[in-house]
């Protein structure tokens, strides 16, 4: 009797024969010699404006791991809001005690805020900094340029490049995207289905109905679950110590500084995995409001 093969299996098997067929015809493709002159035209990246900053502050490194931070967390909770049936917990604040939503929403919430706020001094020392010359396109080239280093990576032919000075235009695209379409989508579609969307706000909400934003919300929660996927493996599979160095410790060498910063973030974040349990998110939400059973 044959075994019963656990759909799961199927994706992974697929996945892996997808991935083995992308790469071989990536590889037969920059043997094409019009591919070739094209590869040579557009080697993956162009050149950044002129003034653009050179290096990565220490403040990308506490963004970085803010980021990472608050977006696992962000992402568990709202998988946690998805699947629960019997909240552990109620919680309601003190100026609407009739308005009661799980812990774990709350939670959710409350990581959302503190994202948002991060975000928005992100975006303000990007532009104070000039750093923005570096995620934002400048030029028409990005488009044929991201086209050569995705088939370089598809390949596994990594584009070369130096992230210290300039991304390569598919990594610039990629930051364009999560900055400013991604992470906005998140907060509009967030602030919609939370208890800030004014309730008596009859026309707004029929211009905008909940529903519309539940069904872009999901599906951005996973576009952040791919992009920060991706992101980590190619930060390991381009050259981990001196890619650690840019991101957590601001400084372009192979040394193990950046990596011992990568290693704590990744303590500190299991850690509040860890703690992300009822007991204790009741006893945080108590600060902000009233927690009961039901």
Known sequence: MLARIRPGSTIAVGFVLVAMAVVFFARVLIDVEGVQNFLRRYPGEYGLPEGAPVGLPAWIGWQHFLNSFFIILIIRSGLQ????????????????????????????????????ANGIVFIIVLLVTKQWMRVVPTSWEVVPNALSAALQYAALEWPTENGWVNYNSLQQLAYFVTIFIAAPLAVVTGVRMSGLWPSRAKRLSAAYPVEWARAVHFPVMLYFVVFTTVHIGLVFATGAMRNLNHMYAAQDSNGWLGFAIFSLSLVVIAAAWAAARPLILGAVAKVFGTVSAR
Do not use: E, G, Y
């Open 81 to 116: 809001v998805r699947r629960q049936t019997r909240p552990p917990l109620m919680w309601s604040p003190r100026w609407n005690p009739q308005r009661k939503i799980s812990i774990n929403l709350w939670f959710h919430q409350a990581l959302d805020i503190l994202w948002v």
